[in-house]
């Protein structure tokens, strides 16, 4: 019966969704192609993926975030059917599984150290999860230090576990982050859009300044340039991007740069 009260996914890309909303598939002739494959990995053609925001629930998808429905199709070597996620403006963390973050160490329990990811508990990370870390050669971190990551595990039942090693045991520029620099904290929603792939604001911005730049999935960034006035010149327009039309922007960095 709640198939009926559904409204078909492909009319509600773009639009606001809210949690209890039912979506339903686009119907295949085979038996497969309904069937989500619920991961961030490569699935078999004919197969959906079912991104954050969204819950299988019987012949469709079921809303579990208020936000705007996405869609982007797939590529070579993905899903055929696409990705569907939700948008979301939400301002607290919540760890994925291969999300790249920005921890601060609070503690060190043994072997293990304790890392604030801004979640609603801290994620643990090994000495060894360094690149070319062994029991004699130890990394020295200490507590307060900022360390870039990703999730090895991350879920409801278990502690979230970081490490700044890929699966072929490089850094490719994970780990400790350098003293300097300034860190502060955006909306997830920002974060999303200064990685998104040939962003606007940070080629803008890379015009501007030369500047070290570290993007976290939790809403954390991480800025470095020449002077600490370049620096946090930097800070106030990724903050102010946040409110800003592309027209604004362009003229604020406009202004910065004929001084």
């Known amino acids: 019966m709640a198939e009926e009260f559904g409204v078909a996914v492909e009319a509600c890309v773009g639009q606001v969704v809210l949690p209890g909303d039912l979506l339903l598939l686009p119907a295949h002739p085979d038996e497969d192609g309904e069937r989500l494959r619920l991961g961030t990995g490569t699935a078999p053609r004919g197969r959906l993926l079912c991104g954050p925001g969204l819950r299988r629930c019987g012949a469709g998808l079921l809303v579990t ?3 705007l ?3 982007r199709q797939a590529g070579s070597g993905a899903a055929a059917g696409g990705v569907y996620w939700v948008d979301s403006q939400q301002k607290r963390y ?5 999300d790249h973050v920005i921890g601060i160490v609070t503690a060190k329990a043994g072997d293990v150290f304790k890392l604030d990811v801004g979640g609603s508990e801290q994620a643990s990370l090994s000495y060894l999860a360094f690149e070319g870390a062994t029991k004699r050669n130890r990394p020295n971190v200490q507590v307060g230090d900022l360390i870039y990551g990703q999730f090895l595990v991350a879920n409801k ?3 979230p576990e970081m490490v700044c090693i890929d699966s072929s045991g490089r850094s490719t520029g994970m780990g400790i982050i350098g003293q300097d620099g300034f860190l502060f904290k955006v909306s997830l929603g920002l ?5 998104a792939p040939k962003c606007e604001i940070i080629q803008e911005l890379s015009q501007l300044y030369p500047f ?4 976290g999935m939790n809403g954390r960034i991480w800025v470095k340039a020449k002077t600490v006035q370049q620096t946090l010149i930097i800070v106030n327009i990724l903050e102010a991007c946040e409110y800003m039309t592309a027209e604004q922007r362009k003229q604020a960095l406009a202004k910065l740069s004929g001084n």
């Open 65 to 67: 975030k208020c936000g």
């Open 69 to 71: 429905l996405r869609h």
């Open 157 to 159: 039942d278990m502690e």
């Open 191 to 195: 974060i999303r859009k200064l990685l």
């Open 94 to 98: 919540v760890p994925v599984k291969g």
């Open 212 to 215: 070290e730049l570290v993007l």
